[in-house]
């Protein structure tokens, strides 16, 4: 059975970077579409990113284009989520999450299947 585990997130001063990583484990993410969503307190879940099966077409939310980047490496059987000039409006849990392909519609939850645990990501003076 698939797991999805996310790691590298932390605290991390307003203007900084972090990368997130997805690790797949169980099954392989080839074939498979890979979102990033958030949560931050008190907030519905927020559709982040997506990464196409192939890695060449990515969609992002308003609120992060331009600072955010997803990647993949198939071979690593991983996921990517770079995460540049981070503002304070960017904390959250960050999760992964496993569908069948990318769409404008990425951001519907109930378009993935597996997710991640999530990984808690700070951004504060």
């Known amino acids: 059975q698939l797991q999805l585990v996310e790691s590298g997130g932390g605290l991390v001063q307003p203007g900084g970077s972090l990368s997130l990583s997805c690790a797949a484990s169980g099954e392989t993410l080839a074939g498979y579409a890979i979102g990033w969503f958030r949560q931050a307190p008190g907030k519905e879940r927020e559709g982040v990113s997506c990464i196409s099966v192939s890695g060449i077409t990515t969609y992002y939310a308003d609120s992060v284009k331009g600072r955010f980047t997803v990647s993949r490496d198939n071979a690593k059987n991983t996921v990517y989520l770079r995460m540049n000039s981070l503002k304070p409006e960017d904390t959250a849990v960050y999760y992964c999450?496993?569908?069948?392909?990318?769409?404008?519609?990425?951001?519907?939850?109930?378009?993935?299947?597996?997710w991640g645990q999530g990984i808690q990501v700070t951004v504060s003076s």
């Open positions: 999450a496993r569908t069948s392909s990318c769409s404008t519609y990425y951001y519907e939850s109930k378009r993935y299947d597996y």
